[in-house]
């Protein structure tokens, strides 16, 4: 079978990420590609700064309860959003391309598509292919992840 896992770093663009992701699921169905295109998600979260992190936003919470002038509408869940915001995490996105042998044309005609679609062309990517050194690691820790 002839396997390739493609990963794409997207920083912390959770957006391009989410786009990525429902492109491969539109090509899933429209090309009726069943688990020949498999695709994973992986976050690493930013250095964590224990407890000092989650403070502020319970003080602003006090506040806000106590007497503080609470905005309206649009502007409150903003204003929500804002104080409980957590940096951004890092995400790697894989997609695992599983062909059969007679499929090669397929195979091939999909690791030159996937990179040269537009969510995909801003992240960094890289290819791992079966038969490479690498290609153990990458697909144990694409199986690891959920």
């Given at each position: 079978m002839a396997q390739s896992i493609l990963i794409f770093d997207f920083g912390t663009n959770e957006e391009a990420v989410q786009q990525a992701r429902h492109?491969?699921?539109?090509?899933?169905?429209a090309f009726r590609l069943g688990d020949k295109i498999s695709l994973k998600f992986e976050r690493e979260a930013p250095a964590e700064k224990g407890t000092v992190a989650e403070e502020p936003a319970t003080e602003a919470a006090g506040k806000a309860k106590s007497g503080?002038?609470?905005?309206?509408g649009k502007?409150?869940?903003k204003a929500a959003k804002e104080e409980s915001k957590e940096p951004p995490a890092r995400v790697r996105l894989f997609v695992r391309l599983a062909f059969s042998d007679h499929e090669k044309l397929s195979h091939q005609r999909w690791l030159d598509r996937i990179p040269a679609e537009e969510p995909f062309k801003s992240a960094k990517?890289?290819?791992v292919r079966s038969g490479e050194s690498a290609f153990a690691k990458t697909a144990?820790?694409?199986d690891s992840l959920d």
């Open positions: 492109k491969v699921e539109g090509w899933k169905q503080g002038k609470k905005p309206a502007s409150a869940a990517g890289e290819t144990e820790t694409f």
